[in-house]
C-alpha cells in the first residue's frame, strides 16, 4: 500500500465514523419523501434531495425534463439532479448513479414505508426500514458520503486527479429512458466510468435484459346460444398462450456463462378478456414478459416472439393478432476497461468486509445498462446486503442495515480514491 492511498484510508476511516449519524439522518429524510412510480411524481423528492445537498455546501444542477417527455414514459413528473467535483488535473470522470423512484409499498408492512424508522436488530445492529431505503435511496447517502469524504482528504493533502459526478435520477422504475439515457443523450455528462446503485457484498458486472409485450387478440362477438356465429378471442389466444408456453423449453437451452444468471425466460404476467359469461368473446389480452441474457445483446428476441405468434395464430382464421412492445431494456455485458473498475472495487472491498468478493451477474435488468450502451464501462456497486430477498427489496418491510451502509460508503470512498490516484 502506497504511502498516499495508507494516508487516504485513515482520513476516509476516521472522517465516515465520524459522520455516520448525519448521513443516517440524510437517508432518513429521503425515505421519509415518497417517490412511488407509478405514479411517477418525484419533483417533491427531486426537491428535497437538491435542498440536503445544498446545505451540505454542493452545487447542485437541476435539470427538469420537459413535460411531453415525461407523460411519454407513463410519468408525471422527474427532474434529474448533477452534482460534480473536480479534483486536480487529469484523471478520468467516473459517474455514480442512484435512482430516487421507487415502487409503491404495497401491503403487508409492519413498518411506516415512509417513517425511516430504525430499530436495533440482535444480529445486524441498527436496520433503517422504508421504501427504498435499499432501493435505491441508499446510495444517494453512499455516493454523496463518499464525495464529501474525499473533499475532505484532498484538504488535508491527499492529491487525488479527476472528477466525480453525483447523478440522482428519477425514472429507473419507468426503464430509465428519461434519467441517465436523457443525462447522456443531452450531452450533459460525458463520464470515462460509470457506478449504479448496488450491493455491498458482491460487484454486478452485467445483467440480463427485458422486453415487455403487449398482445392483443381479436375476435367476433356473438350469443353464446349460437357460438358458431362468432369467432372466440379467448379460444385462439389460449393457442398462442400454448405455443408461447412450449416456446420456453427452447429460452431455457440459452444458457449465459456469467455467474448469477441462469438461462433466458418468458412469463406471461398479465391476461383480460371477454364480455359476459353469455357472450363469445370478441378481445383478449396478455402481455408477457421476456428475460434476454447477455450473450443475446443485440438479438432480435421481439422478432423471434412475433414468429411464435403469428404461427399460432394462423390456426384461427378470422383471428386479428396486434403485438406492441411496452419496453425494451438491453442487457448489461462487460465491456474493455471494465476490469479497472472491477479491480479497484473488489481489493477496498475485501479489505472492508474481511472476505472475497467476487463479480457476478443479476437476473434483473437497470439503469446501468444506459452507460454501456454509450460505451461507458460500469459496475453495480452500493449498501445493501448480499441478496435482494434479505433488503426485501420491492417488498414489504423493506430495510438497510446501517452497518452496511457505513462499509459500502468505506469501500466507494477507497475505490474512487484508487482510481483517482
Known sequence: MSSSFASLHSLVTSFLDKEHDAQTRFLQELVRVPSDNPAGDCAAHGARAKQLLEELGFDVEAHAVPDALVKANGMISATNLIVRKRFGGGGPTIAMNAHGDVVPPGLGWSKDPYGGEIVQDAEHGPVMYGRGVAVSKSDFATYTWALL??????????????????????????????????????????????????????????????????????????????????????????????????????????????????????????????????????????????????????????????????????????IEVGVQRTLLAEPLAALPGVEKLIGAFRRNAEAVLGEPVAAHGVPLYTDARHYTKQGIP?????AGPRTLMEARGHNSDENLRLDDLLKATKVVTLALGELLQ
Not at 428519461?178 to 470515462?192: A, C, F, N, R
Not at 421476456?290 to 414468429?307: K, S, T, V, W, Y
Not at 460500469?378 to 452500493?382: A, K, Q, S
Request: proline share 3%; net charge negative; charged share 20%.
Open 149 to 318: 469524504a474525499l473533499i475532505a482528504a484532498e484538504k488535508q493533502g491527499v492529491a487525488l486527479n479527476g472528477a466525480i459526478e453525483l447523478q440522482f435520477t428519477y425514472d429507473e422504475e419507468a426503464g430509465g429512458d428519461i434519467g441517465p439515457k436523457w443525462i447522456l443523450e443531452q450531452g450533459l455528462s460525458k463520464p470515462d466510468y460509470a457506478v449504479s446503485a448496488g450491493f455491498a457484498y458482491g460487484i454486478t458486472s452485467a445483467h440480463n435484459g427485458c422486453l415487455h409485450l403487449e398482445v392483443t387478440v381479436k375476435g367476433k362477438q356473438a350469443h353464446a346460444a349460437m357460438p358458431h356465429t362468432g369467432i372466440d378471442a379467448i379460444e385462439a389466444a389460449t393457442g398462442i398462450l400454448q405455443a408461447l408456453y412450449a416456446y420456453r423449453a427452447e429460452l431455457a437451452k440459452k444458457k449465459s456463462r456469467v455467474t448469477g444468471i441462469n438461462h433466458a425466460t418468458l412469463n406471461v404476467g398479465l391476461i383480460k378478456g371477454g364480455i359476459n359469461t353469455n357472450v363469445v368473446p370478441d378481445l383478449a389480452v396478455f402481455r408477457l414478459d421476456r428475460r434476454m441474457i447477455p450473450e443475446e445483446a443485440g438479438f432480435d428476441a421481439e422478432g423471434d416472439l412475433r414468429r411464435v405468434i403469428d404461427a399460432a395464430a394462423a390456426h384461427y382464421p378470422g
Open 378 to 382: 460500469t459496475i453495480l456497486y452500493g
